[in-house]
């Protein structure tokens, strides 16, 4: 059964970047046709996603973050990562790493990570 | 984007009670249409995917429906472990987006 999890510093300083690794077990990251995605959860808020990765590389970005990030993967080591640049305290929030599964009728994040909680303060 | 929007944005109920929820999106998503459920400090789980399939290992109890812009899940009696807060999400298109959220309350 393939886990997900997060892992990188949990404190980040206003104006630097933050880079969150996701190490997936269980499976490889480069079998089967799935995209690897990060989603982030403001304290008591809802759920945005961030952006994804295909195991060729090719990304899809949230515009609203597109000039901020980047995620990549390295299939050898079985993670992705993303970087978020020039973060302020708006960036703080839960980031959880998740799979996208489909099939012929649908995609779906599942599994996901346990989640890792980024503050951005000084 | 596409913007998903649930109905109510919280919601008391009871042991036993059927509750449904909605989810509508602001322009036709098919069938994709995707139903989580999140506990505190928790990741979000996986219910209901493609509107209407029960993801393996959730009970019964849940089911989704609806296509184009308006969709439903639906709990058919209350357990305990189902107070919680549930999101829809379309997967028709990038950006992925995700409703605001339904606090499913005591």
């Known amino acids: 059964q393939v886990q997900l999890q997060e892992s990188g510093p949990g404190l980040v300083k206003p104006s630097q970047t933050l880079s969150l690794t996701c190490t997936v077990s269980?499976?490889?990251?480069?079998?089967?046709?799935?995209?690897w995605s990060w989603v982030r959860q403001p304290a008591g808020k809802g759920l945005e996603w961030i952006g994804r990765?295909?195991?060729?590389?090719?990304?899809n970005y949230n515009p609203s973050l597109e000039s901020r990030v980047t995620i990549s993967v390295d299939t050898s080591k079985n993670q992705f990562s993303l970087k978020l640049s020039s973060v302020t305290a708006a960036d703080t929030a839960v980031y959880y790493c998740?799979?996208?599964?489909?099939?012929?009728?649908?995609?779906?994040?599942?599994?996901w990570g346990q989640g890792t909680l980024v503050t951005v303060s000084s | 984007d596409i913007q998903m929007t649930q109905s109510p944005s919280s919601l008391s109920a009871s042991v036993g009670d059927r509750v449904t929820i909605t989810c509508r999106a602001s322009?036709?998503?098919?069938?994709?249409l995707n139903w989580y459920q999140q506990k505190p400090g928790k990741a979000p789980k996986l219910l209901i995917y493609?509107?209407?399939s029960l993801q393996s290992g959730v009970p019964s109890g849940f089911s989704g429906s609806g296509s184009g812009t308006d969709f439903t899940l639906t709990i058919s009696s209350l357990q305990p472990e189902d107070f919680a807060t549930y999101y829809c999400?379309?997967?028709?298109?990038?950006?992925?987006?995700f409703g605001q959220g339904t606090k499913l309350e005591i």
């Open positions: 493609a509107a209407s």
């Open positions: 269980g499976g490889s990251i480069s079998s089967g046709s799935y995209y």
């Open positions: 999400q379309q997967s028709y298109t990038t950006p992925r987006t």
């Open positions: 990765v295909y195991t060729s590389g090719s990304t």
């Open positions: 998740a799979r996208e599964d489909r099939n012929d009728v649908g995609r779906w994040f599942d599994p």
């Open positions: 322009q036709s998503i098919s069938s994709y």
